[in-house]
């Protein structure tokens, strides 16, 4: 079964601060790995997927396959990154998306 | 521009009272999902369906049920609430290739209150 685990619950780093949510994937086939995430009183929304290797808002997230993860980093933390962030793995072969527990970052002043 | 837009945003029904939360997408998406979310807790994957085809998860109640009248629409029906329903249900809608991992929109969820 795809599964990913998000070890931390909450996170919290002071603005300016580098954070990094960790996620770590525990099935075969291609790790085609999501990252959502849930700002206050927003709809869960994508933030970054692993096959665009793209940079949003200043994150990134790069697939380790030995480590099997897919950490989500950003080098200065800023005070709007404060939201639940999910990882995910893939929804195909049965489109069903399975997240992760989530982590709750909390950036300080 | 809402692509998923889901009615009404905030719902209270009575203990044992049927209730029907609503759908709909401007996406053309082959695929629409129904999650329950819990505070603080990741969002569960309820049913889905893939055009017509209906997609129970195991561990869904039997009190929940669906209906996709066509592609733009989708209910969640839930025949008899109890106190343990009261959560944000969420929406969400992807294109659904097969063999392919395509993101997944979601609405801006309903918030059901059990009284």
């Known amino acids: 079964a795809q599964r990913v685990t998000q070890p931390e619950k909450l996170l919290s780093v002071f603005k300016g601060a580098p954070v990094e949510l960790k996620c770590n994937y525990s099935y075969s086939g291609s790790p085609e790995l999501f990252w959502y995430v849930q700002y206050s009183r927003q709809r869960l929304q994508l933030l970054l997927r692993?096959?665009s290797r793209e940079s949003i808002k200043g994150f990134t997230a790069d697939l380790n396959k030995g480590e099997t993860s897919f950490h989500l980093k950003k080098p200065f933390a800023q005070e709007e990154d404060s939201a639940m962030y999910y990882c995910a793995p893939p929804p195909a072969p049965d489109y069903k998306l399975s997240f992760g527990a989530g982590t709750t970052v909390t950036v300080r002043a | 521009d809402a692509m998923v837009i889901q009615n009404p945003r905030y719902q209270v029904t009575q203990f044992g009272k049927p209730v029907t939360l609503s759908c709909s997408q401007t996406l053309n998406h082959n695929v629409m999902y129904w999650y329950q979310q819990k505070s603080s807790q990741a969002p569960k994957l309820l049913f889905h369906?893939?055009?017509?085809?209906?997609?129970n998860e195991a561990d869904t109640p039997d009190n929940f049920q669906s209906r996709r009248p066509n592609t733009s629409f989708c209910f969640l029906d839930i025949r008899s609430p109890g106190l343990g329903d009261a959560a944000m249900y969420l929406c969400?809608?992807?294109?659904?290739?097969?063999?392919?991992?395509?993101?997944?929109?979601f609405g801006p969820g309903t918030r059901l209150t059990v009284t």
């Open positions: 969400a809608t992807s294109r659904g290739a097969r063999g392919s991992a395509y993101e997944q929109y």
């Open positions: 369906y893939y055009d017509k085809d209906f997609n």
């Open positions: 692993h096959i």
